[in-house]
């Protein structure tokens, strides 16, 4: 199984500025035919199920703002936020779908400093 | 716009059977380049894959679970459903449909999610 590990497990940052998520998995998921990385983001809040915000590591969901940015390739992976808003309070969840079984970090909870 | 809804009976007895349905409204299980799979939460493992099915009727199952689970469609009520057998305590989960985007053989882009349904096994 691919083991995704996410830093930090909490994360506290001022309106306006920058969060940055780690993503780690314990393969690559870069797929060399098409030079894909299979890796996905998702956000959820509070009682509602965890939503699609990156998918091929940086491509964004339809909808999702442009502040969300994913980034990296093989292993390592980050999530920016490049303002926090407050509606962006959630936790916040990688996730590879290069190889079943499919799998999920730990999850890293973000909130308001 | 593609919306899942999962329904299923309520508590469960250990050494029992879960069931849940999920419904898809908004577009068709016959989709060929989707799966329609079943994810739980828990906070303790977080999120925990547990199996797909296209609607041919392929399978994929988590190997931690292959033993205990079923998962069939029925193409015909635009329905697909979870079977999970000899429940413990540790099955208790908020249990979650999602159509999976197919990039791959059983995998792909989990999204939309259903709301969850939340499932306690216990006596």
């Known amino acids: 199984d691919i083991v995704m590990t996410q830093s930090p497990d909490s994360l506290a940052v001022s309106l306006g500025e920058r969060a940055t998520i780690n993503c780690k998995s314990s393969?690559?998921?870069?797929?060399?035919?098409?030079?894909?990385?299979?890796l996905a983001w998702y956000q959820q809040k509070p009682g509602q199920p965890p939503k699609l915000l990156i998918y091929w590591a940086s491509t964004r969901e339809s909808g999702v703002p442009d502040r969300f940015s994913g980034s990296g390739s093989g292993t390592d992976f980050t999530l920016t936020i490049s303002s926090l808003q407050a509606e962006d309070v959630a936790v916040y969840y990688c996730?590879?779908?290069?190889?079943?079984?499919?799998?999920f970090g730990q999850g890293t909870r973000l909130e308001i400093k | 716009q593609l919306q899942l809804e999962e329904s299923g009976p309520g508590p469960v007895k250990p050494s029992e059977t879960l069931s849940l349905t999920c419904t898809v409204s908004?577009?068709?299980?016959?989709?060929?380049?989707?799966?329609w799979g079943w994810i739980r939460q828990t906070p303790g493992k977080g999120l925990e894959w547990i199996g797909n099915i296209h609607y041919s009727g392929s399978t994929y199952y988590n190997p931690s679970l292959r033993s205990r689970v079923t998962i069939s469609v029925d193409t015909s009520k635009n329905q697909f459903s979870l079977k999970l057998s000899s429940v413990i305590a540790a099955d208790t989960a908020v249990y979650f449909c999602?159509?999976?985007?197919?990039?791959?053989?059983?995998?792909?882009?989990?999204?939309?999610w259903g709301q969850g349904a939340r499932v306690t096994v216990s006596s």
């Open positions: 996730h590879q779908y290069y190889s079943t079984p499919i799998t």
């Open positions: 999602a159509r999976l985007i197919e990039t791959g053989p059983g995998r792909g882009v989990t999204d939309p």
């Open positions: 908004g577009g068709s299980i016959t989709s060929s380049n989707h799966y």
């Open positions: 393969q690559s998921v870069l797929y060399s035919s098409n030079n894909r990385n299979y």
